[in-house]
């Protein structure tokens, strides 16, 4: 076993347990920093991958921004009564969970993928590279996201308002 | 070099995680989180697949799939705090007036 394949397995057993406690917890605070912990372990295999660029963006918008986000939600409506659990359904959702992993995993094995990863060039994930074919190819993508993002912001603002 | 296939594993198990949370929870914030980990992982199958076949286009959508998933949980959180003036609660259960 190399040295990267341990690194993998670390990172993978960790992300794993973080993906679990965010779904386990009871406490809403202590899912969302696991839900971040989760991204941090994320935005490392990212790291790992040759993605340098977009591990960054992922710790600053998703662990960053978007975390916070969901922190000052949780922290402004402050829920006190924990929520009640119900066993039946809490079974069959872990039955049906577990189908979708087999499938998945059966999906994503069967099928022979590249073997050997094509030799990646000093520029692969760089900021360049990005906004080379951020810029050219995916231009239009790119002018409708900034769309998306106004209407985004424009609802919030709307639903967030309170009504008189 | 670890091979794609560990990354697809892993990154199904993070999704079915995910899926597992949407499914079990009663709690519309921890749904969104839930959400949010659906959407990493399939984040980590664009990037992997971008590593394995040497194309920026992955890495791309990634940006994409950041910048809605940040629409998303704007609109989601809004959401939940209009309903939760009204309802005083965070429980699925208690919104279903449009259920037949």
Redesign the interface.
């Known amino acids: 076993m190399?040295g990267?394949?341990i690194l993998?397995f670390i990172l993978?057993g960790l992300?794993?347990i973080a993906?679990?406690l965010?779904?386990f917890q009871r406490n809403?605070v202590h899912?969302?920093m696991a839900?971040v912990a989760?991204?941090f372990l994320?935005a490392i295999?990212?790291l790992?991958?040759?993605?340098p660029?977009?591990g960054v963006?992922?710790i600053l918008?998703?662990a960053g921004?978007?975390m916070v986000?969901?922190l000052f939600?949780?922290m402004?409506?402050n829920?006190t009564?924990l929520?009640?659990r119900?066993g039946l359904?809490?079974r069959?959702?872990?039955i049906?969970?577990?189908l979708?992993?087999g499938a998945?995993?059966a999906v994503?094995?069967n099928d022979n993928?590249?073997?050997d990863?094509?030799?990646?060039t000093e520029l692969?994930?760089s900021p360049e590279?990005?906004a080379?074919?951020?810029f050219t190819?995916?231009v239009l993508?790119?002018e409708i996201?900034s769309v998306?993002?106004l209407?985004?912001?424009v609802?919030?603002v709307v639903?967030?308002k309170r009504e008189r | 070099m670890v091979p794609l296939s560990y990354y697809l594993i892993l990154s199904a198990v993070i999704f079915t995680i995910g899926v597992l949370g949407v499914l079990i929870r009663r709690n519309l914030i921890v749904l969104l989180m839930s959400i949010e980990l659906m959407l990493n992982a399939v984040n980590l199958t664009f990037i992997a697949f971008s590593r394995f076949l040497g194309s920026t286009g992955g890495q791309v959508m990634v940006f994409f799939v950041m910048a809605v998933a940040a629409a998303e949980a704007v609109i989601g959180l809004a959401i939940i705090i209009a309903v939760f003036r009204h309802r005083q609660t965070l429980d699925p259960q208690a919104m279903q007036l449009l259920k037949w």
């Open positions: 190399t990267s394949e993998f993978a992300l794993a993906a679990l965010v779904v809403v899912c969302a839900l989760a991204l994320i295999l990212f790992t991958l040759q993605a660029m977009v963006l992922q918008v998703y921004a978007i986000l969901f939600v949780i402004f409506l829920p009564t929520e009640a119900h359904w809490r069959f959702g872990a049906m969970a577990l979708l992993a998945l995993v994503t094995t993928p590249p073997a990863p094509v030799a990646a692969f994930g590279a990005l080379q074919s951020l190819e995916f993508p790119f996201a998306l993002l209407v985004a912001m609802g919030a639903l967030g």
